[in-house]
């Protein structure tokens, strides 16, 4: 151990002789004792501490850089992920051309996630127009709707602000007008409101409309009967 502290102490007595004798100004040689103490005094700041830290991260990152190769995976202008390569051995390192080919390969990845992803959305798609399908022309069916006839649906509870009164002088109007391809669907609970039902049936065989106004009570599949209807009649509240 003895052996190993002798040059070290040869190199800072020498360093303290020259600096003693004035053959180097103090600016580029100060002595030993002044650069000890600064040293002392760096130690105990955060911000000194805080560029050693940067100096060894970007020593380390330098020496790690030709080890580990990476690129990014855009779609479009997205970035969706990367593309990172390690080293297989200690003695190995990439280079440009390592890294144009992990980038060509990056490139068709994207390419594939994009196909991935536009399958898998038609496919929802499909599911739910399937669905949505099967669902309007079950409403249709009950509802005694034709396949050609366009449908003018008026949801809400059966109560004189919601406008039914309204839709059935629109339907008598349009019958009038030629039209005979509309139904009205009149969908919504009467809720205890037996009187004004029976003045909305009034109206309807009054109107000879029988068969075009419908009234259908109380609609479970509310989306389904929004998709098809061709227009919708709809009160605030």
């Known amino acids: 151990a003895l052996i190993g502290v002798i040059p070290i102490a040869l190199i800072i007595g020498i360093w303290q002789a020259i600096s003693a004798s004035g053959l180097a100004p103090p600016s580029i040689l ?11 005094q760096q130690l105990g700041s955060p911000a000194y501490l805080d560029h050693v830290a940067t100096t060894l991260f970007r020593l380390f990152t330098g020496f790690a850089i030709p080890a580990v ?4 995976i855009m779609l479009r202008t997205d970035l969706i992920g990367a593309c990172i390569v390690f080293a297989a051995s200690d003695e190995q390192r990439f280079d440009g051309a390592d890294a144009q080919l992990l980038q060509r390969f990056a490139t068709h990845a994207a390419i594939a996630i994009a196909n991935s992803r536009l ?9 739910a ?10 409403l249709r069916k009950a509802w005694g709707v034709e396949p050609h006839q366009r449908i003018v649906l008026l949801p809400g509870r059966l109560t004189g602000w919601k406008g039914q009164r309204v839709l059935i002088e629109a339907a008598r109007l349009m019958r009038d007008g030629g039209d005979t391809d509309t139904a009205f669907i009149l969908a919504g609970d009467a809720q205890g409101r037996d009187g004004y039902m029976k003045e909305l049936d009034g109206l309807i065989a009054k109107a000879g409309l029988e068969g075009r106004v419908r009234r259908v009570g109380h609609c479970t599949d509310m989306p389904a009967a929004m998709l098809s209807a061709t227009a919708w009649a709809l009160a605030p509240g």
């Open 30 to 40: 100060p002595p030993p004792a002044a650069v000890f103490a600064r040293l002392v």
């Open 69 to 72: 190769i990476g690129v990014p």
């Open 119 to 127: 399958h898998e959305e038609s496919s929802e798609r499909a599911k």
């Open 129 to 138: 127009a399937a669905v949505g399908a099967e669902r309007i022309q079950a």
